[in-house]
């Protein structure tokens, strides 16, 4: 399946993290900041800068710095960026279509419960750790002190 989606992507001059991206951003009226892109892509930061760097070049994405503070950026689509993943999205869904039109409808209805059962089980096993004292570790319980040690 990995391979199908490159291949596809590939035939559009894109890779599939870059297709992801540009995908995310089209939901996402306000942009999305680079961490939360890595995040949904199930990818670090520095790989996600890199895609970014590639679809900035391309004239696809452009990143506006957020409130004066120029380490808080948000990433948007330029309009040639959405038109490029609008062109893509008719595409997308036929292949998707295509792929699911091969399970019988016992198979399909197998597989999409089976997906959800996975879905759930990795939406509890992402979520926050409690820490020694039971609850969020420092970095998650939004004290304000992000990254600094208390004194």
């Known amino acids: 399946m990995s391979a199908s989606f490159e291949a596809f992507y590939a035939a559009h001059r894109l890779s599939s993290a870059r ?5 995310q951003l089209l939901e996402s009226e306000g942009g999305l900041t680079p961490a939360r892109l890595a995040a949904r892509a199930g990818t670090t ?6 895609v970014l760097r590639s679809l900035e070049r391309e004239g696809l ?6 409130s004066g503070d120029r380490r808080s950026q ?3 689509l330029t309009a040639a960026g959405r038109r490029r993943v609008e062109a893509l999205l ?10 699911a ?9 197998a597989m999409l419960s089976g997906a959800r059962r996975l879905w759930e089980r990795a939406r509890t ?22 990254g600094r040690r208390s004194r």
Not at 19 to 23: D, I, K, N, Q, Y
């Open 19 to 23: 297709g992801h991206v540009l995908a």
């Open 45 to 50: 930061p520095p790989n996600m800068t890199g």
């Open 61 to 66: 994405v452009r990143r506006r710095v957020m």
């Open 74 to 76: 948000r990433v948007l």
């Open 90 to 99: 008719p595409l997308m869904a036929k292949r998707l279509a295509d792929l």
């Open 101 to 109: 039109g091969t399970l019988r409808p016992a198979e399909r209805r």
């Open 125 to 146: 096993l992402s979520a926050p750790l409690p820490g020694p004292d039971g609850g969020l570790p420092p970095r998650l319980a939004g004290n304000g002190r992000r």
